[in-house]
């Protein structure tokens, strides 16, 4: 089969998975389940035969209906689009987890959509990583959205209720700013190709172009969460059901990033604006984040809500990395959305398992936990390790990068920033170990609780292994994406 | 300045309908007019890139006797279609939340919500 139509196909298959996921499944949740894993793993087989082909040959495109650009539409396929390897692996081992969570958490005749939901939701990730089309663009951002604010609220209990009215909200009005640039760079250009727009840009008058600029970038920085413009976030991943809030802080907020990087390719490449500015915001915003993340994070009791907050910091080192607009500090950031969504959805899982076999959530509460489930607080403390950034683990080797990235850049200031937030995130994960492992339990009962499910276990720890394993196997992703960013920075002659 | 407004008058009026739109997302306490607030920013959007196709003139773009330039461009239509069946989906999903809300809580008033919490 040729490559362009696998890339149609990566699409289209969890797509039609979704739709027939009521058919296949009908009532019965393990069925509906089985089909979901099924789809995830033709999906994700699709997504490595890709990944493997972009790794040889370098960026390719598909035309949709044989219309060549700019007059069709464009799905292209570069380096930065392997990250829908690591959307099919989340996707895949987050509906694994659902099997027995689902049926334990939310109401019986709701399962069937859950995994409907959940595919769409896989679908819109993917179509956005792969279109190289801006209006095509803001479509799979919308199916991701929609299928993301009904996961929040799918237990139907009143605060997921309105945590997801809240997410909506903020979602939708972000969605609308990004739709306005989108019309705007139409009207400058005439085109909505992506390469493109970017060729044309460069004769256009530069107020529009940086309203537009202005416009997708604080769209995008919604969806991304980062600090002031997180205030949706901590609600909807902390109350989402585990494998959702997984797949939210793992995915969702990355796809804004992502969005970010094409913004980022369109306006290099055109050299219509001095994007130094922009990167200055983005620099000094992601500073803020990463500090405002960990110092709310600190105050957490509720386990899940620590995570969320996390979350916020770990957006922060990306955006500070992008924004430093430095080799290391790009390729940095680029990895990081890679190894971020590892180890969050480690912890997220097994903050779901645990939260699964107890029924507690707070810290106080699940004292002594770790001696009752010593596989899962074992991964989410290499998880702890990993997203301190410790080395031999994942997230070393990126918070390196991006501190790399600031020296480089000329900024050693905001390596300071960087580490010092390190700091602070290292004393509340080990007041999450140190309340796992060696405090007194509340609960005398806690310690009789059993480890949890095969079907939890298995994919908290292959995610936990490989935060380990992508720790030493760093150079892969890193020689993987440096073609990408040197192409990127390249255009900019910087 | 004036004149230039006035030439402009249907971007002009879009980005005053966005900014009334956001105003009421921002302000009103009542979770239905929230959501009308998001609508009327929803159908400022759609006016704006309609009215980028728009040709002085121009005819609908269908090919076969008698037809004749100037076209009005098809393609923002086009792209608008999707962007309300987009905004359509997004009204059901927000309307049936709120209803939930008001099942759970018996208000949909945002500071007596938070109250609650």
Known sequence: MTASALLVGLIIVPLAGAVLTPVVGGRDGARACGWATLVMVVTSGIAAALVVHVAQVGPFSAYLGGWEPPYGIELRF???????????????????????YAAHELPPVRIGTYYTLLLLNLTGMLGFVVTGDVFNLFVFMEILSLSGYALVAISGERTAEMAAFKYLVMGAVSSLLVLFAIGLLYALTGSLNMADISARLSGAAEAPAMLALALLTTGLMVKAALFPLHVWLPDAHAIAPSPVSALLSGLVVKTGLLGLIRVYQIYYGAKVLDLSALNTVLVWLGAISIVMGAFFAIFQEDIKMMLAYSTISNIGYIVMGLGLASQYGMIG?????????????????????????????????????????????????????????????????????????????????????????????????????????????????????????????????????????????????????????????????? | MIAMLWQNIDYVGSVVLFCIGLYCVITKNNLIKKFIGLNIMETS?????????????????????????????????ALILTGIVVAVSTTALALSLIIRIYEHCGTIEADELREME
């Open chain 2, 45 to 77: 959007v759609f006016a704006f890139i309609i009215a980028l196709g728009v040709v002085d003139g121009g005819e609908a773009p269908i090919m076969g006797a008698g037809a004749s330039a100037p076209f009005t461009n098809p393609i923002p239509q």
């Open chain 1, 333 to 494: 950031a680029t990895v990081h959305i890679f190894n971020h969504a590892l180890i969050k959805a480690t912890l997220f899982l097994g903050a779901g398992a645990i939260i699964y076999r107890t029924g507690y959530r707070n810290l106080t509460d699940l004292r002594g936990v770790g001696r009752s489930m010593p596989f899962t607080t074992a991964a989410i403390s290499v998880g702890a390790i990993s997203i301190v950034g410790m080395p031999p683990t994942a997230g070393f080797l990126c918070k390196w990068y991006i501190a790399l990235g600031a020296v480089q850049a000329g900024h050693p200031v905001f390596g300071v920033a960087l580490v010092f937030g390190a700091l602070f995130i290292f004393v509340y994960y080990i007041r999450m170990v140190n309340s796992f492992y060696f405090q007194q339990p509340v609960h005398p009962e806690i310690l009789e609780v059993k480890e949890a499910p095969l079907s939890m276990l298995v994919p908290i720890l292959i995610l936990a292994a490989l935060c380990l394993v992508m720790g030493l196997l760093g150079r892969i992703p890193l020689s993987f994406i440096e073609p990408a960013v040197t192409r990127l920075l390249g255009t900019v002659g910087g």
């Open chain 1, 78 to 100: 570069d380096e930065f689009s392997a990250s829908v390897a690591i959307i099919c692996l989340l996707g895949l081992l987050a509906v694994v987890f659902s099997l027995r």
